[in-house]
């Protein structure tokens, strides 16, 4: 089908993923657009996955079926463009911990900014600006370059890596789940403060998510590789760009980046745990990120 092959191509994504977008995604779009039917007002569909897993390729695919093969206008929103600006960050971690200069855990997101955005595309007629976040400088991009949206919207994909992740107890987390937080949180007050933000922050945000569905890693362990694939990427992207334009550039080296996996590990593998039983539809992945089976939880 042409604008399989056209996404498929835009998204530098291997043929066979065609047969992905047959077999699964579009049905999965049409059960969506019949939950739609019965709402008037606009669909929110929340996609958790681990890093590297797909989230942003099946968010962007949806959209692109919505809009072309059943005429609903549709966005995608990444938690990761919430990411607080790097000085936001900067401040986190002279008056909290160190560990929150680094994007990516509860409590570095701008809550109160997602929630701002997905209420005014869910009832505003008007302009909304919806910010992005440049992981290549690890800061948003100046807000001359947010993206603008007009008009009705009828269904928002929002994607991101802990979509939907629970607090802990405080026994769990005495604890250090690995060598980050036994080195460089030794008191518990990073993890502490990050279980927090997201006990007291983030369910407020979830509670706009009238669909859910889970790309769900066969374990953590593939994570790494995943999100390596993905710095491959993004290190090529950089390379094709001028060399004055490079400066303050950050494309983690590999032994950095296992150093980075480390502060979503606690999260990623409770939600691993806890999260498959609960979402509306669950594909369940291998190594290779290939679907094994989709479980629908609830009927929609």
């Known amino acids: 089908m042409p604008n399989s092959k056209s996404f498929i191509e835009k998204h530098q994504l291997p043929r066979s993923y065609s047969r992905l977008i047959d077999k699964w995604f579009k049905p999965l779009t049409a059960a969506l657009v019949t939950r739609k039917k019965g709402m008037s007002e606009t ?29 609903l206008t549709a966005v995608c929103l990444s ?30 997101h701008d809550i109160t900014l997602a929630i701002d955005v997905l209420q005014q595309l869910s009832f505003s007629r008007d302009n909304c600006v919806i910010p992005r976040f440049n992981k290549v400088t690890d800061d948003r991009y100046p807000e001359t370059q947010w993206n603008q949206v007009s008009g009705h919207v ?3 994909i929002l994607e991101g890596w802990c979509l939907g992740a629970q607090a ?43 669909i ?41 080296p590999e032994t950095e980046l296992a150093r980075f996996v480390m502060f979503f590990q606690r999260i990623t593998e409770q939600q691993l745990l806890t999260l498959p039983e609960k979402v509306d539809f669950l594909f369940e992945l291998n190594d290779q990120r290939e679907i094994q089976q989709l479980i629908q939880n609830n009927k929609i």
Not at 218 to 230: A, H, M
Request: contains cysteine; glycine residues 6%; charged residues 25%.
């Open 43 to 71: 669909l929110v569909v929340g996609i958790n996955g681990a890093q590297g897993s797909g989230k942003s390729t099946l968010a962007n695919l949806l959209v692109t079926l919505f809009e072309d093969e059943f005429s």
């Open 79 to 108: 938690l990761d463009d919430f990411y607080y600006s790097r000085q936001q960050r900067k401040h986190l971690a002279d008056t909290v911990h160190p560990l929150l200069q680094t994007r990516g855990v509860p409590g570095t």
């Open 154 to 156: 009828d269904v928002i």
């Open 168 to 210: 802990q107890t405080v026994d769990e987390l005495m604890i250090p789940f690995n060598e980050l937080e036994a080195l460089e949180d030794v008191d518990g007050r990073w993890r502490n403060y990050v279980n927090d933000q997201l006990k007291e922050l983030y369910p407020s945000l979830f509670l706009y998510i009238d």
């Open 212 to 252: 859910w569905i889970m790309l769900k890693a066969p374990s953590f362990d593939c994570v790494f590789r995943w999100r390596l694939e993905q710095e491959t990427k993004l290190r090529a992207k950089v390379d094709r760009q001028a060399a004055n334009e490079n400066n303050g550039f950050n494309v983690m």
